[in-house]
């Protein structure tokens, strides 16, 4: 089984940057969708953004695109999660997660369908 952990989260100013990262270990299959989602406190949990392993072609939810890009490092079984120009509203605990590789070409958005994920890692945004 594999395993995820985010790093990266804190505390910055709206307007500011920050950059999360996602380290995959464990029993690695070839192909995955990999994807970030938040959630902030009273919220559902929303999909951010989602890449295929091993593809470049990326989705985000409307909310965050422009400003957020989702990359990756198959090599170093790493995934990024480019946050720019940051809001309020994308204070949240943001999970990385994996789920069969089809979910990026379907349901893209449904977190139930994302069989793993890491512990979180906060973002605070002060306006």
């Known amino acids: 089984q594999v395993q995820l952990a985010e790093s990266g989260g804190g505390s910055v100013q709206a307007g500011g940057s920050l950059r999360l990262s996602c380290a995959a270990s464990?029993?690695?299959?070839?192909?995955?969708?990999m994807a970030w989602f938040r959630q902030a406190p009273g919220k559902k949990r929303e999909g951010v953004a989602a890449i295929p392993t091993g593809y470049v072609n990326t989705y985000y939810n409307d909310t965050v695109k422009v400003r957020f890009t989702i990359s990756q490092d198959n090599a170093k079984n790493t995934l990024w999660l480019q946050m720019d120009n940051l809001k309020a509203e994308d204070a949240a605990m943001y999970y990385c997660?994996?789920?069969?590789?089809?979910?990026?070409?379907?349901?893209?958005?449904?977190?139930?369908?994302?069989?793993?994920w890491g512990q979180g890692t906060q973002v605070t945004v002060s306006s």
């Open positions: 464990g029993y690695i299959r070839s192909s995955y969708c």
């Open positions: 997660a994996a789920g069969g590789p089809f979910l990026c070409y379907g349901n893209i958005w449904r977190a139930h369908d994302y069989s793993i």
